[in-house]
């Protein structure tokens, strides 16, 4: 490991001037559990890791009526020990619940799983699926990035040399609605995903029928995707097996997997067909109540 | 040692009670951090990527790899270790449940499953078998099978 | 003339289970292992390593990496002794010194990916790694072949130029291939061709890794005096000795080894690593250099146990009797010679009287890392083949395979498939064992819908070895006892020493003090391996405490001035034979000692033959989800002979811990071999070792047939549960799914695979 200077700023704009000056060797980081694994392995060579916990903003975790804000530092147990989150985002909890053991937990959050950008990054394909937003600070300001648009390849992002992930909003979900998120993995934890399906689904007042749905895939591409045609296929369908299973063959379709020592292509398609059956009678379950 | 070395931090920190002062070179990890400087080898190294638990320690109440953490982030932190889970008055429930169950065999995987499962006990007394195996997924154990651990966590439960 | 015992039942400490007596220091942190060595002026080593599986070195340049501040020395193979091929017996497999030395360190060209071409030494971790990759060296990439199949080709690269094979007693040159050795006993093609059921299939394996959790590790002093000071994690401070002095071309006097704590072995903290490294780095900086191994180093060049190809073909009469059998096998070695098909051909028809048999072994080199023993070294692929081969059999013929093993299992008398004749053994109590247990009584239970159980038996068997082991006793004043012994201990061998002496004296298990010698403070012990440990130690041990009760009867006959032959000893009290209410107690003699001829010590050794033979039969429920492929283990059972149980927890913990290893193996390990030779998966995250979710409890029913080639009627324990559990599982997910599979690991893609 490349030797680097630790820098625990307290502010967005101190971050920033940090990032700046180093460039491509400073990242920030946040729980550290992927960052610090690169660095030991010489992935990346870094002179400056600028830790963000010191950051009120980026700690900051609040469920309002307009929706969730998860601050880009926020570990995934604040995230799955909130009850108001647990209450109305539960796709967010079923993905920050499952990225690593307990030990990972108290220290990964939600932003560093998707600025780490994994294909497989269980946190992403549920913040694709709430519709969430990406707020991105650098020193012109402020933008936000819908999550979907968020990741452009294994590892790489829309963020720019200087730029800080500040947090990711997530719109409040309307009544009649519910997500889910699971992945397939070879044991029962500690795991990387083979297939990961998230679904959010809006219901009609009766719940007999779809009235919207967005499903996203990790690990079936070379980032968590989300399959568009697929859960808009479901819009103004019953709810039923038919139509749950046409959906699910349209999300095989929408993978594009490779083939390496996690799965095979053949293997992750079935996967995403039977995770997005799965998820989304689960997502129709929850939206009912 | 080397040209270019960055500065090393100035860190104040609560282990196992007791308050340490400490210079951590940036790029060095709570677990060299406790190992080396500090002298409490009872953590122990195992995969140096946060897949095997061996390295378990608590910050602030909450089980960490200490592999995954900076010494430089621990600053105005409580650490608790295996080292400080004994009392003078003695061995915490957990470690005398592992000695009476038979719970470890060569032993390199005990200290951070003692200190993953205090994390648990602390706050839940009574878990069921599926909740401490769920707790205890972080923690690679290779020569027992994990039953007598998990019987040995289930005695010390209230 | 090899002594024989009756066995007892009326133990007072023997089958107790007290508290271990380095219990307190591991659950507090205070154990010492060998990552946790300090010495006054320590300095880290490491090494570097190629990134490729096949290549000649052009060149190397250290320069950039002698000049970094904090670095005190650099070696490249031109540093290392040039060690004479010599074969050396290590307990459990042999070493040549030759080849070990090239596995530490490469000379002209690497073998394996990972393999080492250069190690420094620097003022710190960081700092020598930093300097690692300041060394540049130049390559030239060759052809690799990472399986037996490709390496035996007409056309395969060839590692090692100089390698002269032995086909079957002939010299063979310019091959990949070590060895072909074969047993043969009967008439095996009179016997297929009258058989009335045949079977012949073809299973392969890929290579899995020991997995122990604490990294390989040294530190090492060669000091002004030339001795070599090694502090080290290992299965057999002698063992290491000789490796170490065999490598670095000095005596075995020079050499003094201290084994630590050890974190986990398996056999793979047999061979030594980076102790000779650690040597000549210390030589070179004159200071004590320590290294602890890389995750990724430990997966990618050290330990594994042989990937497989074999073939078996099995044949039987109407009634259901096993009358001929071939086996066909191809071990992977690694970079250099030494798979383990000699106890393949031990291991594989051991539970089945067979009179007609042929098996025909291979020792194949490929560019992966050089294999080291693990847990029954080549009987769990032999177990696999065998044990799939048996119940597809009875399958065909339409026979119950539980009858079926009963009815062929094999007894005192049988011959094994290498030729040698069974004593005392419990295959045929381990069965019968399992026809009564609760496990085998109780229904499968219906799966959820989408899923389906099936359930699956199958034996494993290991042959467990004796050899050297040493023992020293010393009496304490207050009535305890202090022992020295030789034998590392890696799942609380130490209380089962302790045991011994204290049954013998009849004092308490806490009344004996047990601590594991270094190489200059006990005579020779052979490696903790082979499951010999609580035998032949235990054996040392308990020779140890008679030799004392005869030093103590002296003792006893000047305080009463009376003959020694009239001293009796009978749980923990001397007494006089002339007059029966004449007595003393052990702990009241040790109190007298200094006024009786002072100082009693007392020591034992024994060199022995064989641990007793070991048999074990596993029940194994499965749950497959038919959608994704994924299995679930529901229920297990391990069912073994034990012979007699020192510590009963701690061998309940060795069927535990073996079947999971076997579970694991069965599953998802494996090493992912990319197309350029290299592991894909070298870390704990996808190489899928079993956690703690991933079981259920695993139940055990220990079969006590006392071995009468031990006092107390020990059998070695620990290597067989690894066994039985691949062939268990494959039988078992044959049962749930209908389709039976050839290849590990059974994972869910191959599962999902099988269901289309």
Redesign the interface.
């Known amino acids: ?8 700023p307290g502010t967005v704009d101190e971050a920033i001037a940090v990032l700046n000056e180093h460039g491509d060797r400073a990242r920030p980081m946040a ?3 992927d960052l ?2 690169k ?2 392995a ?1 992935v990346w060579e870094l ?3 600028v ?1 963000i ?1 010191n950051i009120p903003e980026l700690m900051n975790l609040s469920v309002g009526s307009d929706g969730l804000s998860i601050g880009a530092g926020v570990p995934c ?1 604040e995230v799955y020990e909130n009850s108001e989150i647990v209450a109305d985002y539960p796709g967010i909890v079923d993905g920050a619940s499952i990225i ?5 937990q ?2 990964a959050g939600l932003g560093g799983n998707l600025c780490n950008a994994a294909p497989s990054g269980d946190g992403i394909c549920p913040l694709i699926v709430y519709s969430a937003v990406a707020r991105i600070a650098s020193s012109s300001g402020i933008r936000e990035v819908p999550v979907e648009d968020f990741c452009t390849g294994p590892s790489q992002t829309v963020l720019e040399t200087g730029d800080l992930l500040v947090s990711i909003e997530v719109p409040k979900p309307a009544a009649n609605s519910g997500a889910a998120y699971t992945r ?1 993995i ?7 995903a ?1 297939a990961g399906v998230g679904v959010f689904v809006q219901l009609d007042s009766s719940g007999q029928n779809f009235e919207s749905a967005r499903i996203a895939l990790a690990s079936v591409g070379p980032t968590p995707i989300l399959a568009a045609t697929t859960g808009n296929s479901l819009a103004g369908k019953p709810v039923n097996d038919e139509s749950i299973a046409a959906a699910a063959s349209l999300a095989r379709d929408a993978a594009t997997p490779i083939t ?5 292509i ?2 992750r398609k ?2 995403v067909e ?1 995770l997005t059956g799965r998820m989304i009678k689960q997502a129709v379950e929850r939206a009912r109540g | ?2 040209t270019n ?3 090393k ?1 100035h860190v104040t920190t609560t282990i196992n009670g007791q308050q340490h002062e400490l210079l951590v ?3 060095m ?1 709570l677990l060299d951090t406790l190992r080396e400087l500090i002298g409490l080898t009872g953590t122990k190294e195992g995969c ?4 095997c ?1 061996a390295c ?1 320690v608590s ?1 602030d109440g ?4 200490s ?4 010494g ?2 621990v600053d105005g932190k409580e650490v608790s270790t295996i080292e400080g889970m004994a009392t003078p008055e003695g061995l915490h429930p957990l470690q005398q449940a592992f000695l009476e169950e038979a719970a470890l065999q060569c032993g390199i995987c005990t200290p951070g499953f003692l200190v ?1 499962a205090k ?1 648990l006990l602390d706050n839940e007394p009574s878990p069921s078998e599926g909740r401490i195996r ?2 205890l ?3 690679l154990c290779r020569c027992t099978g994990y039953d007598k651990i998990v019987r040995a966590v289930q005695k010390a439960s209230s | 003339m090899v002594a024989t015992f009756e066995p007892k039942t009326d133990y007072k400490v023997v089958g107790t289970r007290p508290i271990r007596h380095d219990g307190y220091d591991k659950v507090t942190g205070r154990a010492i292992y060998g990552g946790d060595m300090k010495l006054p002026g320590l300095i880290w080593g490491v090494c570097v390593r190629s990134p490729h599986a096949h290549a000649n070195i052009k060149s190397i340049d250290t320069t950039a990496a002698e000049a970094m501040d904090g670095v005190f020395a650099v070696i490249t193979g031109a540093d290392m002794p040039k060690a004479p091929s010599k074969l050396v017996d290590l307990g459990e497999g042999n070493i040549n010194f030759k080849w070990a030395s090239n596995k530490l360190m490469a000379d002209d060209k690497v073998l394996y990916r990972g393999h080492p071409v250069a190690a420094i030494a620097a003022v710190d971790r ?1 700092t020598a ?2 300097a690692a ?1 300041k060394v540049t060296v130049e390559y030239e990439v060759l052809p690799s072949v990472t399986n037996v199949v490709d390496a035996l080709k007409e056309d395969a690269p060839i590692l090692l130029e100089d390698l002269v094979g032995d086909d079957l007693g002939e010299d063979v040159t310019n091959t990949n291939m070590a060895a072909h050795v074969r047993h043969e006993f009967g008439d095996v093609e009179g016997a297929f061709a009258s058989a009335a059921h045949t079977i012949e299939r073809e299973y392969n394996m890929q290579m899995v890794h020991q997995g122990y959790i604490e990294p390989q590790n040294a530190t090492a002093m060669w000091d002004e005096e030339d001795r070599i000071k090694v502090w080290t994690s290992t299965q057999g401070a002698f063992p290491a000795r000789t490796q170490i002095a065999g490598i670095l071309q000095v005596d075995v006097s020079r050499v003094k080894v201290t084994p630590l704590e050890i974190g986990g072995g398996f056999g793979g903290k047999i061979p030594v690593y980076f102790e000779p490294l650690a040597a000549i780095l210390s030589k070179k900086s004159q200071r004590p250099v320590k290294m602890v191994m890389e995750r990724s180093a430990v997966f990618e060049t050290t330990g594994p146990t042989p990937g497989a190809r074999m073939i078996i073909k099995l044949g039987a009469d109407a009634n259901g009797k096993l009358t001929a059998a071939t086996a066909d096998i191809w071990f992977e070695a690694g970079a250099n010679p030494g798979a383990f098909i000699g106890p393949a051909a031990m291991c594989v028809y051991a539970p089945y009287e067979i009179a007609n048999t042929r098996i025909d072994g291979w020792d194949v080199l490929v560019n992966k890392p050089k294999v080291a023993p693990y847990r029954a070294p080549g009987s769990p692929q032999v177990a696999f083949a065998m044990e799939s081969a048996i119940d597809e059999l009875c399958e065909n013929a339409g026979w119950d395979s539980l009858q079926f093993r009963i009815d062929n299992a094999s007894k005192e008398g049988t011959r094994r498939g290498d030729g040698v004749l069974f004593s005392k053994i419990g295959m045929q109590e381990v069965l019968e064992a399992v026809k009564t247990s609760d496990h085998w009584n109780s229904p499968l239970g219906d799966a959820p819908a989408g899923k389906a159980r099936g359930r699956g038996i199958a034996n494993g068997y290991w042959f467990n070895i004796g050899l050297k082991s040493s023992a020293n006793l010393a009496v304490n004043s207050d009535g305890t006892v202090q022992l020295t012994e030789g034998s590392t201990d890696i799942g609380g061998s130490r209380t089962a020493m302790a045991m011994h002496v204290a049954e013998v004296l009849g004092i308490g298990a806490h009344d004996v003090r047990p601590t594991v010698g270094d190489t200059e403070s006990i005579g020779y012990t052979d490696v903790t391996g082979g499951s010999r440990t609580t035998y032949a130690t235990g054996y040392a041990c308990w020779l140890a405490a008679n030799n004392l009760v005869d030093v103590l009867k002296e003792r006893v006959a000047i305080l009463w001035d009376i003959n020694s032959d009239d001293v009796d000893f009978n749980d923990g009290v001397f007494s006089s034979k002339a007059e029966a209410e004449k007595t003393i107690g052990f702990k009241e003699l040790a109190g007298k000692l200094d006024d009786l001829g002072g100082p009693a010590n007392s020591t034992g050794s024994v060199d022995l033959e064989s641990a007793g033979d070991g048999f074990g039969t596993h029940i194994a429920d499965v749950e497959i989800d038919l ?4 299995t679930d283990i529901v229920r297990y059972t391990v069912v073994q002979d034990v012979g007699t149980a020192i510590h009963p927890a701690y061998v309940e913990g060795q069927l535990q811990g073996g079947a999971v290893q076997g579970i694991g193996w069965a ?2 390990e494996e090493y ?1 071999m990319l197309d350029d030779g290299r592991m ?2 070298s870390s704990f ?2 190489y ?1 070792m ?2 703690t ?2 079981l259920p409890l695993i139940d055990t029913v220990m079969v006590e047939v006392p071995n009468p080639l031990h006092p107390y009627g020990v059998r070695g324990v620990g290597e067989t549960p690894i066994c039985p559990p691949i062939p268990a599982i494959a039988n078992a997910i044959k049962e749930a799914i209908g389709t039976r599979l050839y290849e590990t690991p059974m ?3 191959s599962i ?2 099988a269901l289309k």
């Not at chain 2, 592999?67 to 900076?70: P, S």
């Not at chain 3, 959608?627 to 994924?630: L, M």
Request: with cysteine; glycine share 12%; aromatic share 8%.
């Open positions: 490991m490349h030797p680097f200077a630790y820098v625990a729980g550290g559990t610090l694994v660095a030991r010489n002179d400056a890791v830790d916990k147990y690593g053991g307990i030990q990972i108290s220290r397939f070879p044991r029962n934890e500690m795991d990387i083979v390496d020592m996690r799965g095979t053949e293997q079935q996967l039977v | 040692m080397t070395t960055p500065s931090v070179p940036g790029y990890s140096l990527d946060g897949n638990g378990t910050i909450r089980i960490v790899d592999c995954l953490v900076l430089a982030e993953a994390g769920h707790w997924a972080g923690n | 960081y790694e930093e990759r959608a994704t492929g994924k599953l998802n992912f894909a998966n995250l996808d899928r079993p956690t979710l991933d994972n869910a893609g999902l695979k």
